[in-house]
């Protein structure tokens, strides 16, 4: 498809398990971010990638968190020993270089039991 | 600190009135500014982009504004739809250092038959 394609759409675990949620960008955008946005409030910046490499990985709230772009296209944020707190809506969005416009998939709702 | 916030909260207006919602930053140094909007359950979806120099900007019934001297920006919907009904965030950008975006927690718009 043409626009940024996040899966799986929906996702319920239980506390302590492990996840990963997958990022397909828009073909050619090498600016790949992550957004975290709960009930009601705005997008919680996560990590930025420049290619293959994490530019700003500041947002992570811990080290359970865990990205990674591997050959610069498709990314996966990868949560361990997930807790009640971590459920939210993860957002993905693709940056176009020449416009600097944000592109952002539906996002991929995560519950925790 | 980098801060966005938007006003008012949340709002209810009549189908085919018009409505303002508000946003004032205090990021620096400024690049640019988005509005987006989210349908519930979606992700968000860019409707203006304006740099330092650009006053004002419309995409159909959409006008924003900016006035970078007292960092506010605004966003004017004429005869609402009841398509119109969904969240608006305010995104800014900073020209410093990293691509991290500062997003406001949005406005709640509410259109009514």
């Known amino acids: 498809g043409a626009g940024v394609s996040q899966t799986p759409s929906n996702k319920v675990t239980e506390k302590g398990k492990y996840v990963e949620l997958r990022c397909d960008p828009i073909s050619g955008h090498t600016a790949l971010y992550w957004y975290r946005q709960s009930l009601g409030q705005g997008p919680e910046f996560l990590i930025y990638f420049q290619g293959t490499g994490a530019a700003d990985d500041s947002g992570l709230p811990n080290d359970r968190f865990f990205a990674v772009r591997p050959e610069g296209s498709v990314s996966t944020l990868k949560i361990q020993r997930t807790e009640r707190g971590d459920s939210a809506v993860y957002l993905c969005a693709s940056r176009d270089g020449n416009t600097g416009e944000l592109f952002f998939g539906e996002g991929s709702r995560l519950t925790v039991l | 600190k980098n801060q966005v916030e938007q006003s008012p909260q949340s709002l209810i207006i009549l189908e085919g009135k018009n409505c303002t919602l508000q946003?004032?930053?205090?990021?620096?140094?400024?690049?640019?500014l988005r509005w987006y909007k989210q349908d519930t359950g979606r992700g968000p979806v860019s409707l203006t982009i304006?740099?330092?120099?650009?006053n004002t900007k419309s995409n159909g019934r959409y006008t924003a504004t900016l006035d970078a001297d007292t960092k506010q920006s605004s966003l004017h919907i004429t005869a609402s739809q009841l398509s119109d009904s969904a969240s608006y965030i305010c995104?800014?950008?900073?020209?410093?250092?990293?691509?991290?975006?500062?997003f406001g927690t949005g406005t709640r718009l509410t259109i009514i038959p």
């Open positions: 946003c004032n930053y205090t990021v620096s140094p400024f690049s640019n």
């Open positions: 304006m740099t330092f120099s650009e």
């Open positions: 995104v800014v950008r900073s020209n410093f250092g990293n691509e991290k975006l500062t």
